[in-house]
């Protein structure tokens, strides 16, 4: 027991001990009802922001606090692992920390699908209830099921048919039957969605990745 203690106090699992501790006591205020369940949230995926990141890495359809939960586990028990049996066995001196920031950015990487799969797993479960089926169902694919006029739509998501988003149409690009959507936009007074095609949502994503590419490699020439 002692080396495990010993090693959860050594960086670089220090930073995932404390990371884990702060997620404990916000889970805490949460059952309290002090802290909201939709901290990162926000009601359109358009902005950088930690949901719209943690759904662009396949984290769509749980609350960010959930899937980051998950991920600092994950991440947290891989650098414990790896102080465990092979970090404590190396006198490393002053190179601990450039290899403890590896062993940090290698143990996201690992858990990052890892994570995103066990959240999948859970959105059939998660969906039955109210307070997973707000904002963070933002970056959810869903079928079209019906139109209701010519302002709202009725959608499934995607492998879940007993999960019921309404969609509000934006002149100009009305969901058609059948049609696989992607939620964009919460509309919190009417309880409904904006959503785009797709595709649509696909090409925007290569599109805003390569011009971040772009603006990263411009600002390392710029500094050189």
């Not at 960010?64 to 998950?70: E, K, R, S």
């Amino acid at each position: 027991m002692q080396p495990i203690v010993s090693a959860t106090l050594q960086f670089p699992t220090i930073v995932f001990t404390i990371l884990i501790a702060l997620l404990a006591l916000y889970w805490l205020l949460v059952l309290l009802r002090i802290a909201p369940l939709e901290l990162f949230e926000r009601d359109s995926l358009r902005d950088d922001h930690m949901a719209s990141t943690l759904v662009s890495l396949g984290f769509a359809g749980v609350p960010a606090t959930l899937a980051l939960t998950f991920l600092v586990l994950i991440a947290g028990s891989l650098s414990l692992a790896t102080e465990l049996l092979a970090l404590r066995w190396i006198s490393l001196g002053m190179l601990r920390v450039p290899v403890g920031v590896l062993v940090v950015w290698l143990s996201f990487a690992i858990a990052s699908p890892v994570a995103a799969l066990i959240c999948h797993s859970l959105h059939r479960g998660l969906h039955r209830y109210q307070p997973f089926t707000r904002r963070c169902l933002l970056g959810a694919t869903v079928i079209v099921s019906s139109r209701e006029g010519e302002e709202f739509a009725r959608a499934v998501i995607d492998n879940e048919p007993n999960s019921h988003v309404r969609l509000h149409c934006k002149e100009g690009d009305c969901p058609q039957e059948g049609e696989r959507r992607v939620l964009v936009k919460y509309l919190a007074q009417e309880g409904t969605y904006r959503s785009v095609s797709e595709q649509k949502y696909l090409d925007t994503r290569v599109r805003i990745n390569r011009l971040r590419l772009r603006h990263k490699h411009h600002h390392a020439g710029y500094s050189a």
